[in-house]
């Protein structure tokens, strides 16, 4: 077993005046020799975007797209023709494959939207594209890890090409919380949204991580009313 405190502090954080944002993990400018990625996970950016406001039409390839809004909502537009809104309480995934463009603006001229933006490698290049988003708002039951994204396809996830797992969870202060994990061989990355956790001896805050590998469970206390992102993936890719 092994573990990591990733820190808040330790987080790129920057501020464009319409975006402030925080890199878990080196991202454009933001360059961390000690933070490159984990695993397969290669980036987690906490965006939080000013009203009006958002990225024009950009490209990708190659990559699992993951985008979890936390408070208000988000305007997306892309290639392949969809053009939606994603709600707090809703998931939503791309899969950049042989190649998109896409646009992300806050839906409101008036109030910010917070979100989370996650990118994994894929486990096949050149995949076609695809797009999907999902209300998981009624699954999130209180003091539990929900299943909100999976390399399994189920109605009640949103089906990604890795094997990859997220889980979201909502837990009260003075709770335990436990998590069984897919494969000891994997790595697990535990972010937390908000609220405050104590486990392996560490007490971790809002904008905190703990990496943690070669464990079969996970398990700790809540000492703050808590929202939790549970994200496990390979250790080991070529791209």
């Given at each position: 077993m092994s573990f990591e405190l990733h820190p808040n502090r330790e987080r790129g954080h920057l501020?464009?005046?319409?975006?402030?944002?925080?890199?878990?993990?080196?991202?454009?400018?933001?360059?961390?020799?000690?933070?490159?990625?984990?695993g397969t996970l290669l980036v987690l950016n906490e965006d939080t975007i000013q009203a009006g406001a958002g990225f024009g039409e950009h490209y990708h390839d190659n990559?699992?797209?993951?985008?979890?809004?936390?408070?208000?909502?988000?305007?997306?537009?892309?290639?392949?023709?969809?053009?939606?809104?994603?709600?707090?309480?809703?998931?939503?995934?791309?899969?950049?494959?042989?190649g998109l463009m896409h646009s992300e603006h806050n839906a409101s001229t008036t109030e910010p939207v917070h979100l989370l933006q996650i990118w994994i490698v894929p486990n096949t290049r050149g995949l076609p594209t695809r797009y999907a988003q999902l209300n998981v708002k009624d699954q999130l039951t209180r003091n539990a890890f929900h299943e909100v994204?999976?390399?399994?396809?189920?109605?009640?996830t949103l089906l990604i090409h890795q094997n990859a797992w997220f889980s979201l969870g909502n837990f009260e202060a003075g709770r335990p919380f436990h998590a069984s994990l897919h494969d000891q061989t994997y790595g697990a990355f535990l972010f937390v949204i908000k609220g405050k956790i104590q486990m392996h001896g560490q007490t971790i805050e809002t904008g905190d991580a703990i990496a943690l590998q070669d464990e079969l469970v996970i398990d700790g206390t809540v000492i703050e009313p808590s929202s939790l992102l549970l994200i496990e993936v390979p250790m080991n890719f070529s791209n």
């Open positions: 501020d464009h005046g319409w975006l402030k944002t925080a890199h878990s993990f080196s991202f454009a400018h933001y360059v961390n020799e000690k933070r490159m990625n984990f990559m699992e797209i993951v985008t979890i809004p936390l408070s208000g909502s988000l305007r997306h537009g892309d290639s392949m023709g969809n053009s939606s809104i994603i709600q707090t309480g809703e998931v939503q995934i791309m899969s950049a494959g042989t994204v999976s390399p399994i396809p189920s109605p009640k």
